[in-house]
């Protein structure tokens, strides 16, 4: 069974950094892309970065670019998002999804609308904070 568990969200003041693990168990992340979405209050959601797992290519949100990082841990069948220079707008719920193949690319992945979310599986979210 696929399984998908964010960690390591909290209250961050903007400007700190944050690191969220997402934990895969049930497959192996060479088979599989990954991806970190965000969903603040009111707004849709949105990918954030994404990593695919035969060759690590990746694909960012312009509007992370050269602030987070995606990675992936694959003796630990883990991925992470480094998260620095935050920002109060990176505030919203971070999940991870995780992809068998309906999708050709990460940048694809990254930025599927919500009529194909059932073609992925998702994890159930940690909140992000970023505030003084």
């Known amino acids: 069974q696929v399984q998908l568990v964010e960690s390591g969200g909290g209250l961050v003041q903007p400007g700190g950094s944050l690191r969220l693990s997402c934990a895969a168990s049930?497959?192996?992340?060479?088979?599989?892309?990954i991806g970190w979405f965000r969903q603040a209050p009111g707004k849709e959601r949105e990918g954030v970065s994404c990593?695919?797992?035969?060759?690590?290519?990746?694909y960012d949100a312009d509007s992370v670019k050269g602030r987070f990082t995606i990675s992936r841990d694959n003796a630990k069948n883990t991925v992470y998002l480094q998260m620095n220079s935050l920002k109060p707008e990176d505030t919203a719920v971070y999940y991870c999804?995780?992809?068998?193949?309906?999708?050709?690319?990460?940048?694809?992945?990254?930025?599927?609308?919500?009529?194909?979310?059932?073609?992925?599986?998702w994890g159930q979210g940690t909140q992000v904070t970023v505030s003084s």
């Open positions: 990593i695919r797992g035969s060759d690590g290519s990746t």
């Open positions: 999804a995780a992809d068998e193949g309906w999708f050709e690319t990460v940048q694809a992945m990254c930025v599927m609308t919500p009529i194909v979310y059932e073609n992925v599986y």
């Open positions: 049930g497959f192996t992340l060479d088979y599989y892309a």
